[in-house]
Nanobody, 118 residues
Framework: QVQLVESGGGLVQPGGSLRLSCAASGIVFSIYRMNWYRQAPGKQRELVAGILGITSGYSTVYADSVRGRFTISRDNAKNRVFLQMNSLKPEDTAVYYC?????????WGQGTQVTVSS
């Protein structure tokens, strides 16, 4: 059974930082592309950052809105992917989802709430 479990969300003031973590089980983690998506109320889910698997050299991609502030990384030994979020803004408020893909295999986590507010 495949599971993706996010953690690390919470309430933070503007300008603050959070580190999200996604623990994966039931997959050969190193070959999977791992993405972070987010969905704000009333908006579509959007890609925040992604990191490819071992066969693609772990290349990364970022949304323009977070480039330079967010960093995605992975620890294949621990089957985890991380999203370090710095200089957070109120518009970063959303539910953040972990996503795993390999070929036709797609898996989603349950999401973790991030709220940026003073």
């Amino acid at each position: 059974q495949v599971q993706l479990v996010e953690s690390g969300g919470g309430l933070v003031q503007p300008g603050g930082s959070l580190r999200l973590s996604c623990a994966a089980s039931g997959i050969v983690f190193s070959i999977y592309r791992m993405n972070w998506y987010r969905q704000a109320p009333g908006k579509q889910r959007e890609l925040v950052a992604g990191i490819l698997g071992i066969t693609s050299g772990y290349s990364t991609v970022y949304a323009d809105s977070v480039r330079g502030r967010f960093t995605i990384s992975r620890d294949n030994a621990k089957n985890r992917v991380f999203l370090q979020m710095n200089s957070l803004k109120p518009e970063d408020t959303a539910v953040y989802y972990c996503f795993a893909n390999y070929g036709t295999y797609d898996y989603w986590g349950q999401g973790t709430q991030v709220t940026v507010s003073s």
